[in-house]
């Protein structure tokens, strides 16, 4: 009567599924190259925003040394405000525009950058899930041809 070594043939099973871990490491470079691509946008935002701001209040202290210089007469204090105000508002409504499509380059450069991860992603995962499904038809036939021959011994 022959005895079942299980200790032995879970020993050959897992020798016969190697365990691959350059599907984790690829994981984690892609993961951080689409970290890195998403700082870049947010980084680029960040310095146009700074820099617009920074234009529109040199704009505003501008204007504004007209508002406060000293008139002769009374009703060219309205006049300054009432242009002062005017201007500002235009300003405003220029840089607003300007903030709106800072916002919208950055939306389109994520919502692509995001659209490319996850089309990465899915190439990988599917590459990895045909490797794996080779690597344990390859040990499944390994395993059954050692099992045949080790039982036929």
Do not use: C
Not at 103 to 122: C, F, H, I, P, Y
């Amino acid at each position: 009567m022959a005895s079942t070594d299980y200790a032995q043939m879970m020993k050959d099973a897992m020798t016969n599924f190697p365990v691959d871990t350059s599907s984790v490491e690829n994981l984690a470079k892609s993961q951080a190259a689409l970290a890195e691509k998403l700082s870049t946008v947010a980084i680029e935002a960040a310095q146009k925003s700074t820099d617009l701001s920074a234009r529109w209040m040199q704009d505003t202290l501008s204007k504004l040394t007209s508002v406060t210089q000293a008139k002769a007469d009374p009703a060219d204090y309205a006049k300054s405000i009432t242009d002062f105000m005017s201007t500002s508002a235009e300003a405003a409504a220029e840089h607003m525009a300007a903030f709106a499509d800072i916002a919208k380059r950055v939306q389109t450069e994520t919502l692509e950058l995001m659209l490319a991860a996850g089309k990465d992603m899915s190439e990988d995962m599917t590459n990895a899930a045909r490797k794996a499904t080779t690597d344990i038809t390859n040990a499944a036939k390994t395993g059954v041809q050692t099992t045949s021959t080790s039982t036929n011994v």
